[in-house]
């Protein structure tokens, strides 16, 4: 499995929900749930309609460690779903597939939705976590709070989230960068 990155450049990010909104409303809407929940595909594809309309709050246990996360529904956020989910059932899948009546689209096609839009913009280290490094990186750019989102990603230790979201990496490479040896 390769690592996937953060996409580091909003405007990038912005790009990419553009070409997703103009080619699958449903794409769109992942898209943005993921950069703005933080939470894993896994249990992002698992949403249903009910239980986010009208909802100000998501509350989920995370599939992977077991554990109850609740947070805020973003108002940009908010804003996506509630158009998306207008003419929607209540039991549907958010994320349907349609190929299956009323299942969800699986990891795999949510991958293949993510790494072609990310190659329409030259990146090729994009795939379904990118979506949660993505939320990771902007909100620790624009908070600078490591501990707030150990937190919320549920990590052990400061080190651990700073290498999750890139943060490391984009310090060694300004150090390597800003070496000098010239008078």
């Given amino acids: 499995m390769n690592t996937v990155e953060p996409i580091r ?4 990010v912005l790009d990419i929900a553009d070409y ?3 080619r699958n409303q449903r794409d769109y809407v992942m898209f943005m749930f993921g950069i703005y929940s ?4 896994c249990d992002i594809l698992q949403f249903r309609v009910r239980d986010v309309r009208g909802k ?3 509350a989920r246990r995370e599939k992977k460690t077991g554990k109850e996360k609740r947070f805020p529904i973003n108002k940009n956020l908010r804003k996506i779903l509630d158009g998306y989910v207008r003419d929607k059932k209540d039991y549907e899948f958010l994320f349907r597939s349609p190929n ?3 299942r969800p689209i699986t ?3 949510a991958y293949n939705i993510l790494s072609k839009a990310g190659k329409e913009f030259g990146l090729d280290s994009i795939g ?3 979506l949660r ?3 990771g990186y902007h909100l620790y750019k624009q908070t600078n709070d490591a501990a707030l989102l150990m937190d919320i990603f549920n990590h052990s230790d400061i080190h651990i989230t700073l290498r999750y979201i890139g943060v490391d990496q984009d310090c060694k490479d300004k150090a390597y960068n800003n070496l000098s040896f010239s008078r």
């Fill in 107 to 109: 990891r795999q096609q």
């Fill in 56 to 58: 100000d709050y998501i």
């Fill in 38 to 41: 933080g939470l894993r595909i």
């Fill in 9 to 12: 450049d909003k405007e990038v």
């Fill in 20 to 22: 997703l909104r103009y």
């Fill in 133 to 135: 490094k993505t939320f």
């Fill in 128 to 130: 379904t976590h990118t």
């Fill in 100 to 102: 299956a009546p009323n």
